[in-house]
């Protein structure tokens, strides 16, 4: 593991870069995470000298500069809710989703109000947007997730003694057999009905067949209508609209 020293530079056009310098590393390298620059830079490197990197490189940094995920107007479609981004009531000094406009099925609209004069494209707001976007899922996991899963579970002929809705951002669904237990991620909320349905037919598969092996494939491949492969790359393609 490579000794790293770490600070941070303010710049005009590419706002707060965070340097890393690393022991060991020879070249600058740099990438754009969460809206902002990150870049390692050999532990050699004066303060001059990065500072001289980094404009030498600022066109090629702005040119690997996503593009911001979320506008003014921008209306987010996730298959059983919307959410509209719009500008808030003077004073407003932070971004707010109102989730009572959800609390009808047929009527999961929201609107994520942001402070009036701020530039939705700074990373706090766009990384704000996002953060609202995660608490409209939370708040609807269980009223999406669950019924369906249920519904395929009885069809299946599966007993699963406990559904659980869980809040972490990198596993979508686990499974504990000998308790017939499952959990479902509430990003799964994002998902188009049928990538939803894949990771509970998945999970619901593992009741039977707890390891991944061919015979859970086949189990799962059978629950996914012959599917599973084409499910599974299409979940690993699949362009997630909230930061993860």
């Not at 700074?122 to 019924?147: K, V």
């Amino acid at each position: 593991m490579p000794d790293l020293a770490t600070f941070r530079i303010s710049h005009p056009t590419l706002g707060e870069i965070k340097v890393i310098k690393r022991t060991g590393s020879g070249k600058l390298s740099a990438r754009w995470i969460n809206g902002r620059l990150r870049v390692n830079i050999p532990a050699y490197a004066t303060e001059n000298e990065i500072v001289r990197a980094i404009e030498q490189h600022k066109a090629d940094f702005e040119a690997i500069r996503p593009k911001p995920r979320y506008a003014v107007g921008q209306t987010i479609g996730c298959h059983n809710f919307t959410a509209t981004i719009a500008r808030g009531n003077p004073g407003q000094t932070t971004p707010a989703i109102n989730l009572a406009a959800g609390a009808s099925a047929s009527d999961l609209r929201f609107i994520i109000t942001l402070p009036d004069g701020r530039n939705p494209e700074e990373p706090e707001l766009q990384q704000a947007i996002s953060r609202c976007l995660h608490t409209a899922a939370r708040h609807l996991a269980p009223h999406i997730l669950l019924p369906e899963a249920r519904r395929l579970a009885e069809r299946f002929g599966l007993r699963v003694d406990k559904w659980e809705i869980a809040h972490g951002k990198s596993t979508l669904g686990t499974c504990f057999p000998t308790q017939r237990r499952i959990r479902l991620s509430y990003l799964c909320v994002f998902l188009d009905p049928e990538l939803r349905n894949y990771i509970i037919c998945h999970e619901l598969a593992h009741l039977t067949e707890p390891g991944h092996t061919p015979a859970f494939h086949r189990l799962c491949d059978s629950y996914c209508n012959g599917r599973e492969t084409v499910l599974l790359r299409r979940l690993r393609s699949f362009s997630w609209p909230v930061d993860r």
